[in-house]
């Protein structure tokens, strides 16, 4: 049985998608998410939230194109990463 659930995906007026979902956070990682928040409060002028943090910071970061092929790698590295071998979030923007 699978127990997977896709989120429902809803269309924002600004013309993006929004989409919720539950992660599992260590504290570290929720106390970056605080600074980067407050570093972005700052920027904006204005309160934002820990989503709002989570955003900006994905967008901040390219994602590479799914249509790529991807980059050769040595014989050694894995083909694919574990969701827990994905980069820490770092307090710098």
């Given at each position: 049985?699978?127990?997977?659930?896709?989120?429902?995906?809803?269309?924002?007026?600004?013309?993006?998608?929004?989409?919720?979902?539950?992660?599992?956070?260590?504290?570290?990682?929720?106390?970056?998410?605080?600074?980067?928040?407050?570093?972005?409060?700052?920027?904006?002028?204005?309160?934002?939230?820990?989503?709002?943090?989570?955003?900006?910071?994905l967008r901040s970061?390219?994602?590479?194109?799914?249509?790529?092929?991807?980059?050769?790698?040595?014989?050694?590295?894995?083909?694919?990463?574990?969701?827990?071998?994905?980069?820490?979030?770092?307090?710098?923007?």
């Amino acid at each position: 049985m699978n127990d997977r659930v896709t989120p429902p995906m809803h269309a924002t007026p600004d013309g993006e998608a929004e989409i919720s979902l539950v992660i599992r956070l260590p504290w570290e990682d929720v106390a970056r998410l605080g600074q980067e928040a407050g570093r972005l409060a700052a920027q904006m002028q204005r309160p934002v939230t820990l989503d709002e943090a989570v955003s900006s910071r994905l967008r901040s970061r390219p994602a590479p194109a799914a249509h790529a092929k991807p980059a050769e790698q040595p014989a050694a590295a894995p083909v694919s990463a574990p969701v827990s071998a994905l980069p820490r979030l770092t307090g710098t923007a």
